[in-house]
């Protein structure tokens, strides 16, 4: 049998469009979840409904006249769920050009009339396309399962205030003012071919309530970026009144949060005022003027739950960041320099260069706050990167000396299990050798890293008796091949570290030491799986480097 496979094409016209002129993402969701729900009954012969619905990221919108194609495809089947994976493209037929708007992954359900067992046939692999989509699908089920455990972890680590739930705060804006009530009721126009709500209009109707919430807090129109997901948990039928909740959870530097919650009443359980829920979502929305800025104003709450919300927001954004980049993320392309005498200047200077490049961009986001720890990520079209900040009680020069020796590095980095020098290129760049026994697979992994450390220019103040250092500290830390490759028996991967490093900035008697890492799904491929892992550990290594530095400061004078 062939893959199931099911194609839509549809004229964008005026009722399908906002009040802009471009694609309404309800009505896209709408033929998402048609198209998406007839590939899956294609493949299980028998009726199927929405389950969830993975993260969208819509990357185009498109206006009047332009035409959608969407493509949906059973990517794996399980016993009685199947994994369907939709791509969404326009095509402008003036110009001929296309460009992709969103992929979306859905799973459904088989819900056969009868209720005999169900166990569905395997899905036949016929290209490599097939084949990588077949595992990945393994690995989004293991995510999706595995969500609710993440996200507790997370928000037991939040460590939430409840004084700071009472204070006011000036410059804010509260919850509560962003709160959207609505009611549907389900008539026969807005039921599936199997008598239930349609799913896709459940999403529209989510989307409408979400964009008004949005647009209470930024008083713009708000646009809609990506949806963080869509659980289906229960069926409603025709004569259900459809009660949606939306209110604005948190707010970042560029994004909106907004969470809807659906509850359903049939006449009996209305009239009693018992409801069940049967969907919750959470979207995500840009707020920019007509000049460009973004409007995005500071969120507070005054209430308990409004502050589980916030801090709710807050672990759903690293969960979806690290869904993104480093389980689901596909084969980098990133190569390591070939090192050899001809390039070695031209690889060191790129190497202090990448580094100083990345602390400079804008964007970084805060994330987490601990005591002496700041935490920020840096999320790009094809990679994620973190900062840590970490607030050290001793002289920058001192911590420069400790940081700058990677030999030093296995005391207070427990991934490292044996650290050599291979080659002093110069006294500022050196080669090591660093073996890891904390892969994914439990195999040992080891990288050649190139590490050029650079002491800040000195500039003499006349008003002042003392040198004083205006730059950074810089440790810059890259991978490179080398031609005395390692032992054949060793599990060598030569693309783990594109850039990385350290940034050491003086602060009278302590230093501000900045942590970058750029790519995280490369140089931390022992997190794999386990999201709530990787946000624990990153503050356990911090806590140890800064332990050790200030333990080894105790023990040494000052250079």
Known sequence: MERAQVHMCQTLLPAHTNHLGDLSPGQLLKWIDTTACLAAEKHAGIPCVTASVDDIQFEETARVGQIISITAKVNRAFTTSMEVGVRVTLQDPLTNVQKLICVAFSTYVARPVRKEKINLKPVKLLTVQDFLEHNLAAERRKIRLDHERVFNDLMDKCGMDDDHVCSKEKDVVYTDCTHVQSIELVLPPHANHQGNTFGGQIMAWMETVATISASRLCHVHPT???????????????GDR??????????????????????????????????RHINSAFLIFNAINKHGNVLIPRMSSMTKDGLRRYHGA?????????????????????????????????IIK????????LAAKPGWEICMTLNRTKMYTLEEENALSIKVEMQIQIP?????????????????????????????????DKI??????????????????LVSQREPSKTDDDNATLIQFRDPYIIAVKSIAVTATLPAHQNYHQNEIQCAGFLIHTHEDSSLVSVFIHDVHNIMPYFAGNLACLWESIEDTASMCIQFLESESSKMSYI
Request: with cysteine; charged share 20%.
């Open 224 to 238: 809609l970026k990506s949806v963080d997901m869509f659980k289906f948990r229960g069926p409603s039928t025709v």
């Open 350 to 357: 790129s190497n202090v260069t990448a580094l100083t490049f």
């Open 314 to 346: 807050i672990a759903r954004k690293k969960i979806r960041l690290f869904r993104r980049y480093v389980l689901l993320k596909k084969e980098s392309n990133f190569t390591p320099d070939f090192w050899d005498i001809s390039n070695q200047s031209l």
């Open 396 to 428: 920058s020069k001192l911590a420069f000396f400790l940081l700058s020796n990677f030999l030093l590095h296995k005391h207070w980095t427990k991934y490292y299990s044996n650290c050599s020098v291979m080659e002093c290129v110069t006294e500022e």
């Open 242 to 275: 459809l009660i949606f909740n939306a209110i604005v959870n948190n707010t970042f530097q560029k994004s909106i949060e907004v969470g809807v919650r659906v509850e359903a009443y049939n006449c009996e359980e209305w009239a009693k005022g018992q409801a």
């Open 432 to 449: 090591y050798h660093i073996t890891s026994s904390a892969s994914a697979n439990g195999n040992k992994t080891s990288v050649l890293i």
